[in-house]
């Protein structure tokens, strides 16, 4: 059992194992941190961990996240990139379609509605729809997946997509990928602020309190 969120000391950030606490997972599972080590050495992931290392340090605090993509697909070799995206940030994608286009990458991008598939087809009755009365397509992440699979998109970048749908494009998906931003239609698609703006959103966290 690890219980990182609640520690108090952080020793591992400066690699003081022995100030760490004693359900510290470094001190019960050893054997995880030297199979990591050794992973670590292996070509490919050594070259992603070594180059992502090298390029959070080089815009530290200054580059953004759109940035700090771009400079990490440069420095990793990716040429072609795929963008996963959701329709209600259609304006987005394309401005971000075009900034990856003009910084010299090869781009495919897919829309969450690809397929135009009706909800109904996952049992989705009429009044579970968003605008009950409507056609409403379902969101299609194993296509986004596939899709950008067959592009041959050597990493993906998702963009805006749901709780859920996200996660089904993460077990679809074989190639490398990051997120460039995640759904919150409440908090302009930043979900701390919630953290950060604690006086207003206090109540709705104490709501989520199991009774
Ligand atoms: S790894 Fe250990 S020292 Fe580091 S945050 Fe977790 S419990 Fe604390």
């Not at 990458?105 to 009755?125: H, N, Q």
């Not at 009950?132 to 986004?144: I, R, S």
């Not at 699979?149 to 709780?163: D, H, Q, S, W």
């Amino acid at each position: 059992m690890s219980q990182c969120a609640e520690c108090r000391v952080f020793a591992c950030r400066l690699g003081k194992i022995d100030g760490a606490p004693d359900d510290c997972p470094m001190r019960s599972e050893a054997d995880v941190y030297e199979w990591a080590k050794n992973e670590y050495v292996q070509p490919e992931t050594g070259s992603v961990a070594y180059k992502c290392a090298v390029t959070e340090s080089k815009g530290f605090s200054q580059w953004t996240r759109l940035e700090e993509i771009v400079h990490f697909c440069r420095r990793v070799g990716f040429q072609h990139l795929g963008l996963a995206f959701c329709v209600g940030l259609r304006k987005e994608a394309a401005e971000v379609s075009k900034i990856l286009k003009s910084a010299g990458f090869e781009l495919d991008s897919v829309a969450c509605k690809t397929g135009g598939i009706p909800k109904e087809y996952l049992g989705v009755k009429e009044d579970q729809k968003v605008h009950p009365g409507n056609y409403e397509a379902m969101c299609n992440p194993l296509c986004q997946a596939k899709i950008l699979e067959r592009a041959g998109t050597e990493f993906n970048i998702l963009l805006g997509l749901c709780v859920g749908h996200d996660t089904l494009f993460i077990k679809y998906t074989n190639t490398p990928m990051t997120v460039l931003a995640v759904k919150d239609r409440a908090l302009g698609h930043n979900p701390l602020a919630v953290l950060y703006g604690n006086y207003y959103f206090a109540q709705r966290m104490a709501a989520l309190k199991k009774k």
